[in-house]
Nanobody, 122 residues
Framework: QVQLVESGGGLVQPGGSLRLSCAASGSIFSINAMGWYRQAPGKQRELVAA???????NYADSVKGRFTISRDNAKNTVYLQMNSLKPEDTAVYYC????????????????WGQGTQVTVSS
């Protein structure tokens, strides 16, 4: 099995910064894309940012220029640096990874973290 463990959420004032981390562990053969999604109350889960194993990135228009995604392949860890936070960034943030396991490395499985709350409020 594979586990994704997130950390770094919390309460921050508008204009502030937070850094989220997500570490993958378990029976990992390889990880392709990793990313962050978020879900605000009453809204659908949406992609925030994603990064491939070779470092290509993709961002939602609403966070471009404010958020930066990065990863450490040796540690199977993905990060999300969030700057200039706005109240509309308030949501539960979920880590996602496309993983090939040592049990079945012919197929990519989607794994999700448990979510971490980010609240932007004065």
């Amino acid at each position: 099995q594979v586990q994704l463990v997130e950390s770094g959420g919390g309460l921050v004032q508008p204009g502030g910064s937070l850094r989220l981390s997500c570490a993958a562990s378990g029976s990992i053969f390889s990880i392709n894309a990793m990313g962050w999604y978020r879900q605000a109350p009453g809204k659908q889960r949406e992609l925030v940012a994603a990064i491939t194993s070779n470092g290509s990135t993709n961002y939602a228009d609403s966070v471009k220029g404010r958020f930066t995604i990065s990863r450490d392949n040796a540690k199977n860890t993905v990060y999300l640096q969030m700057n200039s936070l706005k109240p509309e960034d308030t949501a539960v943030y979920y880590c996602h990874a496309e993983v090939r396991t040592v049990v079945d490395f012919t197929y990519e499985y989607d794994y999700w973290g448990q979510g971490t709350q980010v609240t932007v409020s004065s």
